[in-house]
């Protein structure tokens, strides 16, 4: 064969902060090690390896032995390590500052632990804007790699996609590769012989063209049956290296630096800001995602020219999508502010660390899978950034500053002032034009961010899974009209054996994995049943008034279905009363009584007490009738309290006065007490709910049926605890009843110096 053509394989292996130790020593057990392994077994093979800051940490103290032989193939020249934002931050999101700190440290770390300083950066999730162009260059950077929907959107010609580019901004260059689908969703799932055959079309008399597969490292053993597909049973990784090697006349593989060392970038290109088209389709609201993923798969399969123009959302709308991102989002760069501020000190840089790790990207956003929803990781990074905003806060208390107190700050940027409250022992935000009601309440000591509990809301993918459960039900019950059938012709027949009608000579499945793309799953039935959409956002200290007569059990606040009388849960309050501990607000509004709007005042006081490991948290809600005849309602005010307890979590618990302890994902209610106890073990964090008068106490898990990689499945997000009362008011009267929250803390991770939730002091 006259001609060449390249292969280049950047392999990206990323781990999220947070996440469980023994997942990722499953993944690296089924993924990352047999990879490393296949590489010593054919030293003619040539490729990219990134590792994120995460995993790179778990590898250096768990498997220091993976770094050395990764060492030794970096020296030997088979592998070129590649750098990036050092714990895999979304960069457009983060400070200027920030930025230029994660993507030094990465490089600086990992010429620390491989000898080579890293000329490529790995950009998280794709997500590009033209001024990264500066940021990436400006870290001593040369390359990094984008989507192949980049270079379309820079109207760039697909059969001139296979090279690199040159792109700049504010006087630094950077050269681009764009990762293509074809190759991306070939490796590893196609056979090998189709993806030589897919290679071999691009070559070239002058051997000008690169192919780029820069994708993640886990569909290479860890995704739903790869890791027979790539190494048990199929092998198809090491079948794939060897068909490589055998056609190396024609067929070169390549690090991006060693192409660059041979050839200029062909051209000069200006990228639009995007990701890949999935991360564009998964932004848009779930109405409009089907009618764009519709038009574009209507116009690749009839081979429309027009698919290369279809452009999906914006990545940054996550921040409006969804209410929880934005506010985690928010919460990150005040607290970049804070740390900025510290002086120079080993203080300092463990707070920046805590920054750094709070800025990973994996719960900035929520695709096919994960994202917000995964709680332990959603957890773990508010932690970091309570960690961090409380060292910053103790050291500004420490030179005089004053960190502490209440203050009115448009904490999730609005345009509408937000009630801050903080203490040396919690952090409140108390949304006041939003039901007045808490939207962040974070424990310093135990870094536990206690009110993070995700709304119930629709999303595109809900579609599938209600597609699928109507398939099944129409499947069975054809199976059923069947089985009656054949029992019926047996019994006229008399033949046929439990083998009858099977085809001897049918072959097997198709080994071949899906994409996590095309797979359609359910980890257990009847999900689609429990699809409950809320209709408000998730704060505490909602006041609810339901009718008096027949109140809603824990299944109807799970189901959505009682029925609101007032209109005092999201409408804005006015603020009455700011100081270090307390807020007050109050709303006129109506209760719907019988047809007739009857106006009632709801008044709301929080208090913050306590010491730093004993914060206590109080509200007093007052009704005041300005009726002329008597108000009867229940008083229901909503509690939403994160304890990471999904999955029965025996550390995760309510407790009767009695001493019964229940899961805290179970359903649960006492008809009548003044207390009730929750909390958990492994954190250290046990709080007392206390009541008066004495109160109907309900509660009931919050649970999202969100995707993964294994299929659908029921998520723990929080549970829901109600404090309720029978209300009978005169014409006129007033009533005031009362909620305390005192919270004991045995864990205080600034007083004990050890690693914290993710592995830092």
């Keep these: ?28 057990n089924h993924a990352y090690e047999p990879l490393i392994a296949s590489l010593e077994r054919h030293p003619r093979i040539r490729l990219s390896l990134h590792y994120t800051g995460p995993l790179l940490r778990w590898l250096i103290e768990q498997k220091p032995e993976a770094i050395e032989r990764i060492r030794n193939l970096v020296g030997r020249g088979q592998v070129e390590i590649v750098g990036g934002a050092l714990y895999e ?19 600086d770390e990992l010429e620390r632990q491989f000898g080579r300083r890293p000329e490529g950066a790995w950009l998280a999730e794709r997500v590009w804007e033209p001024s990264l162009a500066w940021d990436i260059a400006a870290a001593g950077y040369r390359w990094t790699v984008l989507d192949d929907n980049h270079l379309r959107g820079a109207s760039i010609p697909e059969d001139e996609m296979w090279t690199a580019f040159n792109t700049d901004d504010r006087g630094l260059r950077l050269t681009i590769f764009g990762t293509e689908q074809g190759l991306r969703y070939r490796i590893p799932f196609r056979p090998v012989d189709d993806l030589i055959d897919y290679l071999r079309a691009r070559v070239t008399p002058d051997g000008r063209f690169v192919g780029m597969m820069g994708d993640d490292g886990e569909k290479l053993g860890s995704w739903p049956g790869t890791f027979e597909y790539c190494w048990s049973r199929e092998h198809w990784v090491d079948r794939c290296f060897d068909a490589i090697e055998v056609n190396s006349d024609w067929l070169r593989m390549v690090t991006p630096s060693e192409w660059l060392a041979g050839h200029a970038p062909t051209g000069r290109a200006y990228f639009p800001t995007a990701s890949y088209v999935e991360m564009t389709e998964w932004v848009l609201p779930p109405d409009e995602n089907p009618v764009f993923t519709a ?20 990545w940054r709308n996550y921040a409006a999508r969804y209410r929880e991102i934005n506010e985690l989002h928010k919460q990150m760069l005040r607290t970049s502010d804070k740390v ?13 660390d805590h920054l750094y790790q709070g800025e990973s990207n994996d719960c900035y956003w929520h695709g096919l899978f994960g994202g917000i929803y995964i709680v332990h990781m959603r957890m773990a990074t508010l932690a970091h950034l309570i960690a961090a905003e409380d060292m910053a806060d103790a050291a500004r208390s420490a030179s005089g500053g004053r960190p502490y107190g209440g203050r009115l700050l448009d904490a999730d940027l609005d345009a509408v002032d937000e009630a801050v409250v903080c203490t040396p022992g919690q952090t409140v935000i108390v949304d006041v034009a939003e039901g007045g009601a808490i939207s962040s309440w974070d424990l310093r000591a135990s870094r536990v961010a206690l009110g993070s509990v995700l709304r119930r809301r629709p999303e595109a ?15 069975a019950t054809e199976l059923a009209a069947g089985e009656l059938e054949m029992a019926g012709a047996a019994t006229a027949a008399d033949g046929g054996g439990a083998n009858a009608g099977q085809d001897p000579g049918a072959a097997r499945p198709d080994a071949t994995p899906k994409t996590i793309h095309d797979i359609v799953a359910s980890r257990e039935p009847g999900l689609a049943r429990l699809l409950h959409y809320d209709r408000h956002e998730r704060r505490s200290g909602i006041v609810h008034l339901l009718p008096p007569d027949q109140p809603p059990g824990a299944d109807a606040f799970v189901r959505v279905a009682y029925r609101e009388l007032g209109d005092f849960v999201e409408e804005p309050y006015g603020l009455d009363e700011l100081t270090d501990d307390t807020v007050r607000l109050s709303r006129v509004g109506s209760a719907a009584i019988d047809g007739s709007s009857v106006p009632l005042r709801v008044g709301k006081t929080y208090r ?32 939403n309290l994160n304890l990471m307890g999904g999955g029965h979590n025996p550390a995760a618990w309510y407790e009767t006065p009695d001493g019964v302890r229940s899961p805290h994902d179970a359903a649960g209610e006492l008809a009548r007490a003044s207390f009730l106890a929750f909390g958990n073990d492994h954190e250290g964090v046990r709080i007392a709910a206390e009541a008066q008068p004495a109160t109907r106490f309900t509660w009931y898990p919050v649970e999202t049926i969100s995707n993964s990689e294994a299929g659908f499945e029921r998520v723990y997000q929080g549970s829901s605890l109600l404090f309720r009362w029978p209300v009978n008011l005169a014409a006129g009267e007033r009533r005031t009843w009362s909620m305390k929250f005192r919270v004991t803390e045995t864990i205080d991770w600034a007083a004990v110096r050890a690693p914290g939730p993710g592995g830092s002091a």
């Design 295 to 314: 038009l574009l798969s209507a116009a690749r399969e009839s081979g429309d020219p027009s698919a290369r123009f279809l452009r999906g959302g914006l």
């Design 608 to 639: 913050l007490t306590g010491s730093r490991t004993e914060p206590l948290l109080g509200l007093d809600v007052e009704l005041a009738s300005l009726a002329g005849a008597p108000l009867a309602v229940e008083l229901a005010v909503e509690w």
């Design 89 to 107: 931050p979304i960069l457009v999101t983060i400070p200027d500052r920030d930025r230029q700190g994660q993507l030094r440290l990465m490089r």
């Design 461 to 475: 993918y809900h579609r599938l899974l209600l597609e699928q459960a109507a398939h099944d039900e129409r499947a």
């Design 340 to 352: 900025e501020a510290m002086a120079e000190s080993p203080e300092r840089a463990v707070a920046l």
């Design 1 to 28: 064969m006259n001609g060449t053509v390249s292969l280049s394989l950047v392999i990206h292996n990323h781990q999220p902060v947070g996440n469980f130790g023994w997942v990722i020593e499953d993944v690296y």
